[in-house]
């Protein structure tokens, strides 16, 4: 097969006709091609995560709907069944007439007083004598057994006093009631008191 080809592409159209086009290109109709790139647009790394996050709302959303429709229903299949009373009739007895009950009137009986272990007061009695022990700081007189009572005066230490009363406990002390020389009458704290003749 011989092909007649012109120097230029502009010939005549002579020459055009000359060339047989069909079978010069007809090993060519196929040329061969370079795979086509396919561009990609990569997704951002956040898009599953928002797509992820809307489907589990979504689920949660169906869920909590659910429940609320079935509500009635759930409760209704775990309540506790309610228990069938039963009643029982007695049966008829022969009854016996009351009995009086002796009536005891109620006497009126005095509380026992809390009694103080004798070794606990040191020995101090009702009538006896006591000193204030030398601590330095004296004794509070008080017009009453507490520490909130008003305090008359600090007696000295050395101090010779006579029992009036007691013992009493109070405030988490045990007190006596005294007599000081001047004829006042208080009370004191056994911790700072000792018996003497």
Same mark, same amino acid.
């Given at each position: 097969m011989s092909v007649q080809r012109t120097p230029d592409r502009r010939g005549t159209d002579q020459d055009n006709e000359a060339i047989q086009w069909e079978e010069d290109l007809k090993p060519f109709t196929r040329l061969p091609r370079e795979k086509p790139v396919?561009?990609?647009?990569?997704?951002? @790394? $956040?898009?599953?995560?928002?797509? @992820?996050?809307?489907?589990?709302?979504? +689920?949660c959303s169906m869920a909590v709907?659910?429940?609320?429709? @079935?509500?009635?229903?759930?409760?209704?299949?775990? +309540?506790?069944s309610t228990a069938t009373s039963i009643s029982i009739s007695p049966t008829p007895t022969d009854e016996f007439p009351p009995t009086a009950t002796p009536f005891m009137a109620a006497t009126e009986t005095p509380l026992p007083q809390p009694t103080i272990d004798g070794a606990l007061t040191g020995g101090i009695t009702v009538g006896g004598k006591v000193r204030v022990f030398d601590t330095g700081n004296g004794l509070n007189f008080r017009r009453g057994p507490s520490r909130n009572a008003a305090?008359?005066?600090?007696?000295?230490?050395?101090?010779?006093?006579e029992v009036m009363g007691g013992p009493t406990q +109070?405030?988490?002390?045990? $007190? $006596?009631q005294l007599k000081d020389s001047a004829g006042v009458v208080g009370w004191g704290v056994q911790t700072y008191l000792q018996a003497t003749q």
């Open positions: 396919e561009r990609r647009q990569r997704v951002p @790394s $956040w898009v599953p995560g928002l797509i @992820s996050i809307a489907l589990v709302a979504v +689920a709907n659910f429940v609320n429709r @079935s509500q009635g229903a759930l409760n209704r299949a775990f +309540a506790p305090l008359i005066k600090k007696l000295p230490d050395g101090e010779t006093l +109070a405030d988490n002390f045990i $007190w $006596w």
